[in-house]
């Protein structure tokens, strides 16, 4: 059924995947698909010593073309949809007032829900976590606009974490035995891959999307590589969703600090007025806040979860120092922070291509279509989960 859960014993995490990305590469028959995660732009620069922080989105861009990538989309827009399709979820939970909905947007998370608390599965948001919902609309909506073959399309990550590989590897996250998304590299794994090509990141010019169909993002999409931005994001849409206008102070600042668990009121207005929501980040803070649930001790209405302290801008990376943590992480999220700033938009309802999708295609969030590609199911596993969640972040700080 559904829930056979199928590991090849953890050697996901272990292994190198550049060559069969090279292999794929070097197919004429094949289309090549990459996706970047937000947190990998402000991350990997420091790989090929560029100074923390540093926003190398357009360099990775250009090196891709340069390595002979067909398409390039944007993890920060698959971001955009999970706002639209979480965001009605929570809306549909809160009319019920069933609470609380956590976010299922880190696999590391999602492996501890269901090795230690397969009780709360029912609370997870069923929507998959942006790499899994770009793969999905990549070899369907985008295969069928660009008259592709999706059984030709290769689709390839480039993100913060192993944890990331073994999610791609879900039987659910594909169609009939083939995955949505093909091969996951982490950062590591990528800047091995450009160095092979004979590829510095520091020497080549930037330069910029081109698909027309999933690779704009919002400000919302952005800074879902730092925790809280998950948050943010959702209460931007939801808000314009209850009220019909924008939100005026978009930024949350009682959730940008770095503490294992931070909490707010978040003033939806409308029927729902004020909601509880909390996030926490790391073991303890995790540990802390489901125990609290269970016991009815808290009432939150949504919380975030994010396996990695400071979320995915300290997921991988280049430190080795643990103490670092810190301050290199406040960096890169500086970074997400100010292009949160900078875009054109700042609400996930209000990216074009985004908007273009749910009118082409899927109808509306929370659609049958949609929930056929963009939703998923957990389920108990208390045993041959491959990482867990404090593992997740020392693992490719530990790598040499
Ligand atoms: Fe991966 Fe860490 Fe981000 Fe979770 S928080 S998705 S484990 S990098």
Request: net charge negative; with cysteine.
């Amino acid at each position: 059924g559904q829930c056979v859960m199928v590991c090849p014993t953890g050697a996901l995490a272990e292994r190198d995947q550049t060559d069969e990305v090279l292999n794929f590469l070097a197919d004429p028959e094949i289309t090549t698909v990459f996706q970047m995660a937000p947190a990998v732009r402000v991350g990997f620069g420091e790989e090929f010593g560029m100074p923390t922080g540093t926003n190398v989105e357009g360099q990775i861009i250009a090196a891709l073309r340069k390595i002979g990538a067909d398409i390039i989309l944007d993890t920060n827009f698959a971001a955009d949809v999970v706002i639209m399709e979480e965001g009605t979820e929570l809306l549909g939970h809160l009319k019920e007032k069933k609470r609380p909905t956590f976010t299922s947007c880190c696999p590391a998370w999602i492996n501890f829900a269901e090795k230690h608390y397969p009780e709360i599965l029912p609370m997870l948001s069923s929507t998959r976590s942006p790499q899994a919902v770009l793969g999905s609309l990549a070899k369907t909506y985008l295969a069928e606009k660009r008259n592709i073959d999706p059984k030709k399309m290769r689709v390839v990550s480039i993100m913060p974490c192993t944890a990331k590989k073994e999610e791609a590897a879900r039987p659910v996250l594909g169609k009939n035995g083939v995955p949505d998304v093909d091969v996951v590299l982490t950062v590591r794994e990528f800047a091995r891959l450009l160095r092979r090509e004979g590829i510095d990141l520091k020497e080549i010019q930037p330069s910029a999307y081109d698909d027309p169909h999933m690779s704009e993002y919002t400000g919302a999409g952005a800074i879902f590589g730092t925790t809280g931005g998950v948050m943010e994001a959702a209460a931007r849409t939801l808000y314009y969703v209850i009220n019909g206008k924008e939100l005026e102070h978009v930024e949350i600042s009682q959730l940008r600090g770095f503490d294992n668990v931070r909490t707010a009121n978040i003033n939806l207005g409308g029927e729902f007025g004020e909601i509880k929501v909390a996030l926490c980040h790391g073991l303890k803070g995790t540990r802390d806040i489901v125990e609290a649930v269970k016991a009815g001790k808290v009432d939150f209405d949504f919380i975030e979860v994010m396996a990695c302290p400071g979320g995915c801008v300290d997921g991988g990376g280049t430190l080795r120092s643990k103490k670092a943590y810190i301050p290199l992480a406040m960096k890169r999220r500086e970074t997400l922070f100010n292009v949160d700033r900078q875009t054109k938009a700042r609400q996930s309802h209000n990216n074009t291509q985004v908007q273009k999708l749910y009118a082409d295609y899927l109808e509306a969030p929370y659609s049958h279509k949609s929930h056929d590609l963009l939703h998923t199911e957990y389920c108990s596993r208390p045993f041959g989960v491959p990482a867990d969640m404090e593992q997740a972040w020392h693992e490719l700080h530990e790598q040499g």
